[in-house]
């Protein structure tokens, strides 16, 4: 009987473990219709500046439900990635945008790589809240550093 209830109990535990956020297999279904009614106007600015080897700030945190633009800036000598597979599936993209060049519309990203001394525009609204991992993928820039986290509450 008791063997049983810890059987129980330890399956309840690996369902909430498997059922917390930022391991979502699968990106916002509705992030289309989410993008379309958000209102715009309201929307907050925040940046991201890449250095080597270090995100400022490290820690990155937005509301549910409010429209951003996240300026993600490579103000170092190398290039750099800011890649976040989880919370790209956590959120409702609506583009990312080159000032210069042109944007991309997509139904979410896994990675962003931005060249020494450019900027991108990231439009997106946090859906799933919880605490998701960010780092560089450029050859060992994350060993040296190179690693953030991004906050959805
Ligand atoms: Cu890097």
């Given at each position: 009987m008791k063997k049983r209830l810890m059987a129980i109990l330890l399956t309840a535990a690996a369902l909430a473990l498997s059922?917390?956020?930022g391991h979502h297999k699968?990106?916002?279904r509705d992030a289309a219709e989410r993008v379309k009614t958000a209102d715009?106007?309201?929307m907050d600015t925040a940046t991201v500046t890449m250095t080597e080897f270090a995100y400022n700030p490290p820690t990155l945190v937005f509301r549910q439900g409010t429209p951003y633009k996240l300026v993600?800036?490579?103000k170092g000598t190398q290039k750099h990635y800011f890649t976040a597979e989880s919370f790209f599936?956590?959120?409702?993209t609506r583009k990312l945008q080159s000032n210069t060049d042109g944007e991309v519309k997509a139904p979410y990203f896994s990675a962003i790589e931005v060249y020494p001394g450019?900027?991108?525009d990231l439009y997106f609204i946090p859906v799933r809240q919880g605490t998701y991992d960010l780092h560089c993928t450029m050859e060992g820039h994350a060993g040296k550093g190179m690693k953030g986290e991004i906050r959805i509450e």
């Amino acid at each position: 009987m008791k063997k049983r209830l810890m059987a129980i109990l330890l399956t309840a535990a690996a369902l909430a473990l498997s059922g917390c956020a930022g391991h979502h297999k699968w990106h916002v279904r509705d992030a289309a219709e989410r993008v379309k009614t958000a209102d715009w106007a309201k929307m907050d600015t925040a940046t991201v500046t890449m250095t080597e080897f270090a995100y400022n700030p490290p820690t990155l945190v937005f509301r549910q439900g409010t429209p951003y633009k996240l300026v993600i800036e490579n103000k170092g000598t190398q290039k750099h990635y800011f890649t976040a597979e989880s919370f790209f599936r956590s959120i409702a993209t609506r583009k990312l945008q080159s000032n210069t060049d042109g944007e991309v519309k997509a139904p979410y990203f896994s990675a962003i790589e931005v060249y020494p001394g450019r900027s991108l525009d990231l439009y997106f609204i946090p859906v799933r809240q919880g605490t998701y991992d960010l780092h560089c993928t450029m050859e060992g820039h994350a060993g040296k550093g190179m690693k953030g986290e991004i906050r959805i509450e």
